[in-house]
């Protein structure tokens, strides 16, 4: 990864791509849904507008390498979710944290299981990563079956972890070894 390059992985029925400012309609539906929303701990979006500048933000993090972010992608184009490594530290650490969201409508269609695999391998293989971390609102029974689905351990319960609008959240730890077997 240099200069915030970021490649097309293709799964079965979806693809990963960059985030696209031509994604913003799109993703606004996905990242201000109410049954999205609730789970992110962030201010709610409010607009096509602001959804832009989130990803403009998102995609100076890419150039940066601070940050890589793909929209998923069915194959007639719909972009039905994001997902990607929030942050990632290689020398010291070899780790990183995954972010993903779907839109409802998509939801138990495995399209995020695929999508998250496409990941986990450019992660591992690509990356370098040893190690693969998820946070969530412990409440999130969802994406503690995805994650756990996937391979993925619950280390436990950070208190306090995030600050939200509503106060300070825990939030439930999960990680992926590279040695833990996640081709399966």
Not at 128 to 139: K, Y
Request: glycine share 10%.
């Amino acid at each position: 990864m240099s200069n915030g390059y970021v490649p097309v992985l293709n799964g079965q029925r979806l693809l990963l791509r960059a985030i696209s400012l031509d994604d913003a309609e799109a993703l606004f539906h996905c990242w201000s849904h109410p049954e999205v929303s609730h789970w992110l701990g962030t201010p709610i979006l409010s607009s096509v507008t602001e959804t832009r500048e989130l990803i403009v933000r998102l995609l100076e993090l890419a150039q940066e390498n601070e940050s890589l972010r793909f929209s998923i992608v069915l194959p007639e184009g719909t972009v039905i979710g994001s997902c990607g490594f929030n942050n990632w530290q290689l020398e010291g650490a070899y780790r990183g944290e995954l972010g993903c969201e779907l839109r409802p409508e998509f939801w138990g269609n495995g399209y995020m299981s695929e999508a998250l695999r496409l990941l986990l391998k450019f992660g591992f293989e690509s990356m370098g990563l040893n190690r693969i971390e998820v946070i969530c609102h412990p409440g999130n029974a969802r994406a503690a079956k995805l994650f756990t689905k996937l391979g993925f351990t619950q280390e436990g319960i950070l208190r306090q972890y995030r600050h939200t609008e509503a106060g300070f959240q825990d939030v439930a730890m999960y990680s992926l070894l590279n040695t833990d077997g996640w081709q399966n």
